[in-house]
């Protein structure tokens, strides 16, 4: 978090990872490898990416991360359904708000699109 007023920055949530370790549950005690890019959905939660390999959600009203697609432990270009997807090095992302479709920009990959992302569910496209 940056204050524009007093230029002071503050961890917002989440703590960095020197391992390839990613760990959901409570912001503050989620862990993440490499965040790169959020994007907010109509105010209810945050999808993020992280550059381990996964894409994250937060929900403020239960304050919880939780795992949305890929994994911690393994790389790789596989298409399907989001929790047996893989990626790469997720950098970027962006939701479509009239579909609720996701898409990732994975650095070794071009763009990804997660379906219906914004439910929550394994959705085929």
């Known amino acids: 978090k940056w204050k524009y007023d007093t230029g002071a920055a503050t961890v917002l949530g989440g703590k960095a990872s020197t391992s390839d370790a990613q760990t959901d549950g409570p912001l503050a005690t989620a862990v993440f490898k490499n965040a790169n890019s959020l994007e907010y959905y109509h105010f209810h939660f945050v999808i993020g990416t992280d550059?381990?390999?996964s894409i994250h959600t937060y929900n403020p009203g239960t304050g919880v991360v939780q795992r949305l697609a890929g994994t911690n432990t393994a790389?790789?270009?596989?298409d399907?359904?989001?929790?047996?997807?893989?990626?790469?090095n997720p950098r970027y992302i962006s939701i479509d708000h009239n579909t609720g479709h996701a898409y990732i920009a994975d650095r070794s990959a071009?763009?990804?699109?997660?379906?219906?992302a914004v439910s929550l569910k394994d959705n085929p496209c």
């Open 75 to 78: 790389q790789g270009l596989r």
């Open 51 to 53: 550059g381990g390999n």
């Open 110 to 116: 071009g763009i990804r699109r997660i379906c219906n």
């Open 80 to 88: 399907g359904l989001a929790s047996s997807a893989l990626f790469t």
